[in-house]
C-alpha cells in the first residue's frame, strides 16, 4: 500500500508529537482461551475487539471455527466476523485494508483496538505489512485450474519450484491457493514472491503494537483442551453445521474458506471416505499441528509477552501487564 493510499490515522501519527497510538495483538495456540480472555477484557476496559481470524470471518462456519456466540457478540462486538459468504474469498490484503479502517474508527473513538485470534499471516501482514504484489488475474487462475485438473496440484507445484524454489519450499504441494497465486505473482510481475518490496506495517506507521500471547506450558494439557473442545463442539451439532454447507454449497470442499479445522475431516467422513474414529483422530491430529506450528511462529516473532493460559490469576496478571505499559487509552 502506498503512503498516498493508507488511512487518514496513518498520516496523522507524527512522531513529533510525542503521542504514539497502540494497539493491543492478543494471540495464541488454539484452544487456549484467547476469547474468553478478550472478552473479559473488553468488559472492563475502553478496548474494541477485532478478529483475527481467517475461518470467523465467513457467516457459515461458526461451530468449528469457536466463533463468540450470537448473544456475546451483540454484547462484545467484534469487528470482522460474519463479513463474507463461504463463497467469497477473503485475502491477508483484504484483512489489513478492513482492519486498517477498523483501527481508526477505534483510534477516533479515543479507545485501544484489541485484535484477538490465532491466524499468524494476518498478525503478521498487519505488524509487517505486505509486499506490493499484482493483483488477482482471474483468467490466469482458470488457466491454472485447468491444468490442475489434467495433471493435478503437486505438478503445478514442481512447475512453481522451478521459477521459484524459496516460495515453492514454503507451500504444500497439494494447497491449491497458496500454489495458484505464487504462480500468478511470479508470472505477472516477473519476479519471485520473495523478490516484492514490503508494505508499511503499523510500526512504520507510528503505531505502538504491544503483543500478548498466552501459551499452555504442558503439551499434554493443551492436548487435553483440544480434545475437550473438539467434544463441545460435536455435542453442539458441529456436524450438522457442516452438512448444512454441503446442502448449501456442494463444491464447497475445495473452497479456501473450509481449510478450518475440522470441516473438511468431518466432509470426508460425510462422504463415507473415512468413519467416525478416524474422522476424530483426524480432527485432533489436524488441531494438535495447527498448534504447534501458532506456537513455532510466535516463539520467532520478536517483541511478544507470554502469559501462562492456565494461570488462575491471567485476567489480573494481564490487565496489570497492560496498564503498566500505558496501552489503555481512555
Known amino acids: 500500500m502506498s503512503r ?6 496513518a498520516r496523522e501519527v507524527e512522531p513529533s508529537t510525542g503521542v504514539r497510538p497502540t494497539v493491543i495483538f492478543l494471540a495464541g495456540s488454539t484452544a487456549c482461551g484467547k476469547t474468553d ?5 473488553a468488559a472492563r ?8 481470524d481467517s475461518g470467523q470471518v465467513y457467516r457459515e462456519l461458526n461451530i468449528g471455527t469457536a466463533k463468540p456466540s450470537a448473544n456475546l457478540l451483540e454484547k462484545f462486538p467484534h469487528g470482522l466476523i460474519d463479513i463474507r459468504r463461504l463463497d467469497q474469498p477473503f485475502s491477508a490484503a483484504e484483512f489489513c485494508q478492513e482492519a486498517h479502517k477498523l483501527i481508526g474508527q477505534s483510534f477516533g473513538r479515543g479507545r485501544t483496538p484489541l485484535l484477538v485470534g490465532g491466524t499468524m499471516f ?3 501482514a498487519l505488524l509487517n505489512g505486505l509486499s506490493n504484489l499484482p493483483p488477482a488475474d482471474a483468467r490466469l487462475r482458470a488457466k491454472f485450474q485447468q491444468r490442475a485438473a489434467r495433471q493435478g496440484w503437486p505438478a503445478l507445484h514442481h512447475w512453481l519450484e522451478e521459477m521459484d524454489p524459496v516460495a515453492a519450499s514454503r507451500i504444500n504441494p497439494v494447497d491449491a491457493q497458496r500454489i495458484s497465486r505464487a504462480l500468478e505473482i511470479n508470472l505477472l510481475s516477473g519476479a519471485p514472491v520473495s523478490a516484492g518490496r514490503p508494505g508499511r506495517g503499523l510500526g512504520e506507521r507510528g503505531v505502538r503494537v504491544v ?3 498466552l501459551s499452555i506450558p ?6 487435553r483442551r483440544i480434545t475437550r473442545r473438539l467434544e463441545q463442539m460435536l455435542n453442539a451439532g458441529l456436524i450438522d453445521e457442516v ?3 454441503r446442502d448449501a454449497y456442494p463444491g464447497a470442499s475445495v473452497f479456501p474458506s473450509l481449510r478450518s479445522v475440522g470441516y473438511r475431516q468431518i466432509w470426508e467422513y460425510l462422504d463415507g471416505k473415512t468413519d467416525y474414529s478416524c474422522m476424530l483422530d483426524r480432527v485432533q ?3 494438535r499441528r495447527l498448534a504447534k506450528r501458532q506456537l513455532t511462529w510466535l516463539r520467532n516473532q520478536p517483541g511478544n509477552v507470554w502469559f501462562d493460559a492456565t494461570d488462575p490469576r491471567l485476567n489480573v496478571g494481564i490487565t496489570q501487564f497492560l496498564n503498566a505499559c500505558g496501552a489503555i487509552n481512555g
Open 4 to 9: 498516498d493510499h493508507e488511512p487518514g490515522w
Open 37 to 41: 480472555l478478550a472478552i473479559d477484557l
Open 45 to 52: 476496559l475502553p478496548l474494541d475487539l477485532i478478529s483475527v
Open 122 to 124: 494476518y498478525f503478521s
Open 211 to 213: 503483543q500478548a500471547c
Open 218 to 223: 504442558h503439551r499434554e494439557c493443551l492436548h
Open 243 to 245: 452438512t448444512q454447507i
Open 285 to 287: 491430529s489436524a488441531t
